[in-house]
């Protein structure tokens, strides 16, 4: 099974709901989205310092587990119109770049 990750970078376009953002994120848009065929984790990231062009200030590394990560992508496309059409998307979410990464090789450690 091909191994690959999706790097979505996100702001949240009121930072008077910041706190609304995360909860959200955490509680309702990653289980939403974990429940698309081969998408098996999540890990968010908050940026330190302030971001640069083409960066959000939250990062959310999702992992793809497939042996046809286009289909994959296309689940995951329709996954989102779907929650789009249920309200499920919160109205200060800003998308700033979305990334998919295939994995070359095992990951090394120290």
């Known amino acids: ?3 690959a990750v999706v790097l979505v970078f ?3 376009a009121d930072p008077a709901r910041e706190k609304e953002f995360n909860e959200w994120y955490e509680n309702t848009h990653v289980p939403d989205i ?3 065929p081969d998408f098996v984790g999540c890990t968010r990231y908050e940026l330190m ?3 640069g ?3 959000g200030k939250y ?3 999702y992992e793809v587990e497939s ?3 286009k289909s994959a992508l296309a689940a995951l496309q329709q996954r989102a119109a779907q929650l789009g059409a249920q309200k499920r998307v919160i109205d200060c979410l800003r998308l700033v770049s979305f990334t998919a990464c295939r994995e070359l090789g095992p990951r090394q450690s120290a």
């Open 49 to 51: 310092g302030n971001p």
């Open 34 to 36: 974990l429940e698309a």
């Open 10 to 12: 996100t702001d949240c």
């Open 1 to 3: 099974m091909s191994k």
């Open 53 to 55: 062009p083409g960066q």
């Open 67 to 69: 042996d046809d990560l």
């Open 59 to 61: 990062l959310a590394i």
